[in-house]
C-alpha cells in the first residue's frame, strides 16, 4: 500500500479527485475529507 500524495488522482467508494491535502489519518480529495482506509492508492 502507497501513501496518497497531494497531486495523486484517487478513487474510492465510486469517487475520484486529486489529493490537495494529507493529514495524519484523512486525506482531502477535492475538498472532501475522507478517512484514510485500508486500500490501494496509484
Known amino acids: 500500500m502507497e501513501a496518497a ?3 495523486n488522482i484517487v478513487e474510492f ?7 490537495e491535502k494529507v ?3 484523512s ?3 477535492n475538498g472532501v475529507s475522507g478517512l484514510l482506509g485500508v ?3 496509484e
Do not use: A, F, S
Open 27 to 29: 486525506v482531502i480529495v
Open 39 to 41: 486500500g490501494e492508492w
Open 5 to 7: 500524495k497531494v497531486g
Open 13 to 19: 467508494d465510486d469517487m475520484r479527485g486529486e489529493v
Open 23 to 25: 493529514n495524519e489519518n
